[in-house]
């Protein structure tokens, strides 16, 4: 284990070392910021199981959809440009949306959860070409069955999003969030990994235990089936050509260090920058739908893309924490109150309740006591 704590934040270090210890963490990174310094910047274990490679300073990793939280702040710099409302309906700017009755979709209902296309009906043959997903997409009628009207859209958000974001200003959200705020705010986050820092990427690894059987007796959950999270899916997580592609919900790469960054500049300034105003970050941030996601039968709740607090306080303990947890662990957000802001990233997924983030954000959270 390496990395540095700020005076105050040791017992941050302790959990992240029991991690390892305790829970037979493989390789992970943890960091945070406090009123825009960063405070956090530990990192340790392996990288590669197969070949024994150290994670160090600079191994960067898929975050699965933590990348949400990344094209979400894409779409409120729309919105906070006056490019986009998210009252509007989606066909307003991308017309062929409107076909099989989705006309009055709205991009509020998109970035939500709540656009009623949790699964693409042609299949994922082309799971890594965006124009053939998204005009999948755009064709196919929105589902009947009331448990689709607010289920994650685990895969299927980010074509719908990165579309969206293609057609108001030209560029793939990929290129978007490089632009306009990796390169600015110096951040090692990138949605789709350049092919010359491929070398850096660790590598996934996932019990069985974990991934999902594809039989379903129920037809809806067959249908929502995620091509991502069944046995025998890491070769494509660990493929170059997946690396590359930029998914915007599920694609995103980067270090502890960048993630934790980049929400410190939601809530506040980093090195006299930040890109999104507070007025349009407390728009991302207010709630548009609470729910029982029936897939999972546990509560979710989103703003303009963003997880917001749950009984389950996946995102730490605080109510005002938002941010987005990605899939077998990791854990990007911050708590405004407390002028916060973190990442937690790791190589080896594991199922939900996962301890590793939890022990972390609580240890976090006891460094930094709430403001009298």
Not at 59 to 88: E, N
Not at 296 to 312: C, D, K, N, R, T
Not at 339 to 353: C, D
Request: aromatic residues 10%; hydrophobic residues 45%; negative net charge.
């Amino acid at each position: 284990m390496d990395g540095y704590t700020a005076a105050g934040f040791e017992d941050v270090a302790e959990a992240f070392a029991r991690n390892f210890a305790e829970r037979d963490e493989l390789g992970a990174a943890f960091a945070a910021y406090q009123d825009g310094r960063l405070v956090v910047d530990l990192w340790g274990g392996t990288a590669d199981r197969d070949t024994g490679g150290e994670w160090d300073r600079d191994t960067v990793q898929l975050m699965f959809s933590g990348t949400k939280g990344l094209a979400s702040a894409c779409v409120l710099l729309l919105v906070q440009r006056g490019q986009v409302s998210l009252d509007a309906p989606v066909s307003r700017y991308w017309p062929s949306f409107a076909a099989a009755g989705k006309g009055a979709i709205t991009v509020a209902e998109v970035i939500s959860h709540q656009a009623r296309l949790p699964w693409v009906e042609a299949g994922y043959a082309d799971l890594l070409d965006h124009d053939v997903m998204a005009a999948h997409l755009a064709g196919q009628a929105p589902s009947a069955d009331p448990r689709a009207a607010f289920m994650y859209h685990a895969i299927t958000w980010g074509w719908l999003v990165d579309e969206l974001v293609r057609r108001i200003d030209g560029r793939t959200v990929s290129r978007f969030f490089a632009e306009e705020f990796a390169v600015p705010l110096d951040l090692e986050v990138w949605i789709g990994l350049p092919d010359d820092l491929h070398w850096r990427a660790a590598t996934m690894v996932a019990p069985d235990s974990v991934l999902v059987d594809e039989s379903q007796s129920d037809p809806l959950l067959r249908l929502n089936r995620n091509p991502l999270w069944v046995p025998g899916a890491e070769k494509i997580w660990n493929s170059p050509e997946y690396r590359s592609a930029g998914l915007a919900a599920v694609g995103g790469f980067g270090t502890a260090r960048g993630m934790a960054r980049f929400y410190a500049s939601l809530v506040g300034v980093v090195d006299g920058l930040r890109v999104l105003t507070p007025e349009t970050v407390e728009l991302g941030r207010r709630e548009i739908r609470r729910g029982i996601e029936p897939t999972w039968g546990s509560e979710i709740a989103y703003g303009a893309g963003f997880e917001l607090q749950v009984p389950a306080a996946n995102l730490g303990r605080p109510a005002d924490a938002f941010g987005h947890a990605g899939a077998g662990g990791s854990r990007h957000g911050a708590w405004p109150s407390r002028e916060i802001a973190f990442s937690y990233l790791m190589n080896e997924v594991r199922p939900a309740p996962d301890q590793r983030p939890l022990v972390l954000l609580a240890a976090l959270e006891h460094a930094v006591p709430p403001q009298p």
